[in-house]
């Protein structure tokens, strides 16, 4: 490899001029290093036809087209092998229904990006209710997690003129309807403007046909906060507006914002989970609540009336309490209930609950199959009781459900099988973690298989459970091949609530590695593989568990995946959204907090004299929320260090990694084939 000079680098990081995102030394070395990986990998017919087979699994027409429902119509955004970029689109339920709906095309984001000379990648849109005459579309350049927000017409079907509509020009922006008329923004202003962690630190108020510049300040946060947000609930008769400051990640205040522009606290603990909607204001804590002579614990669901909350009251209704099993996943309003999804043991139900004169009634949603994991695609909570329901699981493909409170469930969708099922089983194991902590983790092989090649994969952070799912390219390039896929459900996910996150923040970090640790070593006492033949893959903080994997634990692994990294932890916090993260992982200009970090930290704890196995590591260059340098630079010491190290950076695709469906197909098959090549042996 081209060895290049150390400039503007401390003695102790010499990589440190890969931090340059778009510097020419910087990619050139990522260009040299893409074209390494390319060929010891691709260029295979072996290759070509596993990534052919991929983009048809995401190409395909077959596919749910999940939408959401707005009143009258249904929205959707739809990528195929014709818009690689994507259509927006909008339909009625009664075309729904039908096997080949009639789609009203809005925004051809292809022809968008053809016409304009601009490498857009859909990032969403907000619709005007109840009107639906108007949009507030956002476009990123290449799938960064900044965007350009474009007022668009949903009757003529065209952009509105920057004189006459709310255009805002490259920012990681926060934007919401207030009415035809006014939005809420918070986005950079100049100055002083944005937080540490890059979002916005002023919400202001405005309106149509005046300068952005002229907009109403109506709440300012510190600049140490994560970001400054405003929004306004348009529910006829329950108009409200309300300000949000979150302090850090997990704490935040909350405000409803008055005409007059003064401010009203809503008084619920700051680590807590808040909704309002019509008469009701929910809290979800994530640490006990007391209040008077009652202690609510982490994780359960309360339910109060908000005006009178507001007042003082604090009659407080539980209408979720966790268990040691089972854990509160999921809920959202319809027009006059509330759906519930729990987890216990990591298997979903899903329950409706009805508010009445006499109390709630809560009551199970029937008719959803068995070893299933279910998700609320969707509620219109302004228009009816209608709702979406999504169902998988590892071997079974999704199934959309339609249906009404009170009323049958309606399979209105049906994904297609991508692969074989005949043969393959799942089954759920416990592992028995360091300080005897039982991890529970999914085992999906076909039954009687020998000992052979393993993928395990995990997150372990900021409350994110690992649910079944189906994936087809899973299956058709790891399965179908004779691989055995394992999902571990370590701590520092929301599995089993909130506490199963927080025991595992900052100083109980090391408990999220342990875990995954654990696991690895519970597969192979089981005889399900070897060291030598299990692999493990994660992206973003699963990248930096793989991080840890492979410097804390590289004699549990045959071969690492490490995607979208976070691995300097010395710097993660000047670096883009980092600082945001701070509540997760702890401040490392605190001595006391970099005591633990430092024990962890990937790029700090590599070794020229340890056995790593090979790695894969991998990122783009447009991800403007976990920095490419980590992965460029773990890299780079890496192979000073002589290790096996493979990378590859995709220049476009944000923090997912590809911007579309040829770029994801590229990236999967790069990573099966990678992975199949250093375990099938």
């Not at 507006?241 to 809503?266: H, K």
């Not at 995990?458 to 690992?466: A, D, H, K, Q, V």
Request: hydrophobic residues 35%; charged residues 25%.
């Amino acid at each position: 490899m081209t060895k290049h000079p150390v400039t503007s680098s401390p003695s102790d990081d010499p990589h440190l001029w890969l931090e340059d995102v778009t510097g020419d030394d910087a990619l050139a070395w990522v260009r040299e290093h893409n074209d390494k990986t390319v060929a010891d990998f691709a260029g295979t017919t072996a290759f070509e036809q596993l990534e052919s087979k991929v983009r048809a699994i995401l190409d395909t027409d077959a596919r749910i087209p999940y939408s959401r429902r707005r009143g009258k119509y249904l929205y959707n955004f739809w990528r195929d092998a014709d818009h690689v970029r994507g259509l927006w689109r909008r339909t009625t339920m009664d075309q729904f229904r039908r096997d080949t709906p009639e789609w009203e095309i809005l925004v051809d984001v292809d022809e968008l990006a053809d016409r304009e000379g601009e490498n857009w990648v859909w990032s969403g849109a907000q619709v005007l209710r109840p009107e639906q005459n108007l949009a507030l579309i956002s476009l990123s350049r290449g799938g960064a997690d900044a965007v350009v927000v474009r007022e668009f017409d949903l009757e003529s079907l065209t952009f509105k003129d920057d004189a006459d509509g709310f255009r805002i020009e490259e920012a990681k922006t926060d934007i919401g309807w207030i009415d035809a008329e006014s939005v809420f923004v918070g986005t950079n202003f100049g100055d002083g403007t944005l937080t540490d962690s890059g979002y916005p630190r002023l919400a202001k108020r405005w309106r149509r046909g005046t300068p952005l510049a002229d907009a109403v300040t109506v709440f300012e946060g510190e600049q140490t906060d994560v970001a400054i947000s405003a929004w306004h609930d348009s529910t006829p008769g329950f108009e409200r507006s309300f300000v949000e400051r979150a302090v850090d990640f997990y704490t935040s205040q909350r405000f409803q914002l008055l005409d007059d522009g003064s401010l009203i606290r809503i008084d619920t603990p700051e680590d807590a989970r808040i909704s309002a909607y019509r008469e009701w204001l929910l809290v979800r804590p994530r640490s006990p609540w007391t209040v008077g002579d009652t202690t609510y614990p982490a994780g359960s669901l309360l339910a109060a009336k908000y005006d009178d909350f507001l007042a003082g009251s604090r009659e407080l209704t539980v209408l979720f309490e966790p268990d040691e099993h089972t854990s509160l996943e999921q809920y959202s309003w319809t027009r006059n209930h509330l759906l519930m999804v729990t987890l216990s043991d990591v298997q979903s139900h899903v329950h409706v609950l009805t508010p009445g004169e006499n109390g709630w009634k809560t009551t199970p949603l029937e008719g959803l199959p068995e070893l299933t994991s279910t998700e609320i695609i969707d509620t219109d909570p302004r228009e009816s009781d209608d709702f979406f329901l999504n169902s998988s699981g590892y071997l079974t493909p999704a199934t959309l459900f339609s249906g009404t409170v009170g009323g049958p469930l309606e399979a209105l969708k049906s994904a297609p099988a991508f692969f074989d099922t005949a043969g393959l089983a799942v089954a759920q194991h416990f592992a028995e973690s360091a300080d005897g902590t039982r991890i529970p983790y999914f085992v999906v092989r076909r039954e009687g298989a020998p000992v052979g090649p393993t993928l395990l994969y995990g997150y372990g952070g900021f409350e994110n459970s690992m649910t079944p799912g189906y994936s087809g390219i899973n299956g058709t390039a790891w399965l179908q091949r004779g691989g055995t896929y394992v999902v571990a459900n370590i701590r520092g996910g929301g599995e089993y609530g909130p506490q199963w996150h927080t025991q595992a923040v900052r100083e109980g970090r090391h408990k999220v590695y342990e875990d995954f640790a654990a696991v690895a070593r519970d597969l192979v006492d089981r005889g399900i593989t070897t060291a030598e033949q299990l692999g493990a893959q994660g992206g973003s903080n699963g990248g930096l568990l793989m991080g840890v994997m492979l410097t804390k634990y590289p004699e549990l692994f045959g071969a690492i995946v490490c995607q979208v990294p976070l691995l300097d932890m010395k710097r993660y916090h000047l670096l883009l959204a980092g600082a945001s993260w701070m509540a997760e992982y702890g401040d490392p200009d605190n001595p006391d907090d970099w005591a633990f970090i430092s024990d962890y930290s990937p790029y700090q704890n590599t070794s020229a004299t340890a056995a790593y196995p090979p790695i894969l590591i991998a990122t783009s260059t447009r991800d403007d929320r976990v920095h490419p340098g980590h992965a460029r630079k773990m890299a780079a010491r890496l192979e000073d260090e002589g290790h096996e190290v493979h990378y590859y950076e995709n220049i476009e695709g944000g923090h997912g990694g590809a911007a579309d469906n040829a770029q994801a197909a590229f990236k999967s098959a790069l990573t099966y084939t990678f992975l199949w090549d250093k375990l099938a042996r």
